[in-house]
T-cell receptor, first 116, second 113 residues
Framework: EAGVVQSPRYKIIEKKQPVAFWCNPI?????LYWYRQNLGQGPELLIR????????DSQLPKDRFSAERLKGVDSTLKIQPAELGDSAVYLC??????????????FGSGTRLTVV | GESVGLHLPTLSVQEGDNSIINCAYS??????FIWYKQESGKGPQFIID?????DKRQGQRVTVLLNKTVKHLSLQIAATQPGDSAVYFC????????????FGTGTLLAVQP
């Protein structure tokens, strides 16, 4: 099993430019999460999907961030325009369904974004 | 409020010794707690979890202890190996409609040969 696959692994962009991250969750996992991890900190939830529905986007800065999960499988997270403070690692995770416990809650390797 | 924090940012141990990483939490609403290991350039990797109605759980070389009275969680690693060097996070899971993890800051475990 490939696990949660994210791309790109690294991205360097100039401020005010757009950027997009892609995530392919584990096959069959209905729940998909995007987390942001600042240097030296634990990950923080940005958005959670149940199938194709965004059920918790309360922490997503909606003025510049957007996400989609068409067909309830792959997901993309976009930032437009990027700011210096957006530099972080963006992690995608998936789990079989809500409330099944911590097993099966699997993270990808993340995309390290540097905004210059 | 919701927060899960760690006591020590860095822990240095000798290979073969036991390691203890501590974590404090403030919100008692977690239904379970999880310990993750994160190596450089990788995402968090599940180590062990414990339900909030338990006080101890053992895995392979790892033990998690939960003290709900003082809202404290610890991860014990027996016979620490160089491959255990990483950042360790505790996280509290909030279930039901919330269904999210609240992570602490992390502890860097450095294993000296």
């Amino acid at each position: 099993e490939a696990g949660v696959v994210q791309s790109p692994r690294y991205k360097i962009i100039e401020k005010k430019q757009p950027v997009a991250f892609w995530c392919n969750p584990i096959s069959g996992h209905n729940t998909l999460y995007w987390y942001r991890q600042n240097l030296g900190q634990g990950p923080e939830l940005l958005i959670r999907y149940e199938n194709e529905e965004a059920v918790d986007d309360s922490q997503l800065p909606k003025d510049r961030f957007s996400a989609e999960r068409l067909k309830g499988v792959d997901s993309t997270l976009k930032i437009q325009p990027a700011e210096l403070g957006d530099s972080a690692v963006y992690l995608c995770a998936s789990s079989p369904r809500t409330g099944v416990g911590s097993y099966g809650y699997t993270f990808g390797s993340g995309t390290r974004l540097t905004v210059v | 409020g919701e927060s899960v924090g760690l006591h020590l940012p860095t822990l240095s141990v000798q290979e073969g010794d036991n390691s203890i990483i501590n974590c404090a939490y403030s919100n008692s609403a977690s239904d379970y707690f999880i310990w993750y290991k994160q190596e450089s350039g990788k995402g968090p990797q599940f180590i062990i979890d414990i339900r909030s109605n338990m006080d101890k759980r053992q895995g392979q070389r790892v033990t998690v202890l939960l003290n709900k009275t003082v809202k404290h969680l610890s991860l014990q690693i027996a016979a620490t190996q160089p491959g255990d060097s990483a950042v360790y996070f505790c996280a509290g899971h909030y279930g039901g409609a919330t269904n999210k993890l609240i992570f602490g800051t992390g502890t860097l475990l450095a294993v000296q040969p």
